[in-house]
């Protein structure tokens, strides 16, 4: 009898200690990661943790542009520097990023629906060529994650 009861604490206490099931990989900090493709094929990477989404990283088309034209370019990095953390509560999350040159625009919409975080990734900069001509750039990229296991 006693054996028994013990066994059943233990087992209890083992599966206390896992979690629930599915929950994904937790890093150290308790964010669960998240990683997979983009709609539109490229790869992405974030953390996740009660309503914000941090570490975002994202390949994705970008198109930069002049007057006269643009030309697609399938290798635009969404990469905000830092541990930057955007609220994921539905609406648009933006950070204006000028340390660097040109500076950039990095939006994020994002929201929880069950075990999935559904978002959409915007960037955007702009700087001048030759002659003063100014060129336009901007990429944007849909996703639908469950979390990494």
Not at 89 to 97: C, D, H, I, T, V
Request: positive net charge; glycine residues 12%; hydrophobic residues 35%.
């Amino acid at each position: 009898m006693t054996k028994s009861l013990i066994a059943t604490a233990v087992t209890g206490l083992a599966l206390a200690l896992a979690g629930p099931a599915g929950a994904g990989e937790v890093n150290e900090r308790g964010w669960t990661n998240y990683a997979g493709k983009t709609k539109e094929g490229g790869d992405i990477s974030f953390a996740y943790k009660k309503g914000w989404v941090s570490a975002v990283e994202a390949r994705m088309h970008t198109t930069c542009g002049t007057m006269r034209g643009g030309n697609p370019r399938p290798n635009g990095s969404f990469d905000p520097p830092g541990n930057i953390m955007f609220k994921a509560n539905g609406r648009e999350s933006q950070l204006k990023y000028e340390a660097s040159w040109p500076t950039r625009f990095y939006t994020v919409t994002a929201q929880k629906r069950g075990n999935r975080v559904v978002g959409k990734l915007r960037m955007s900069w702009s700087f001048y060529v030759a002659y003063g001509t100014p060129r336009v750039c901007f990429g944007t990229a849909n996703f639908n994650l469950k979390p990494k296991k």
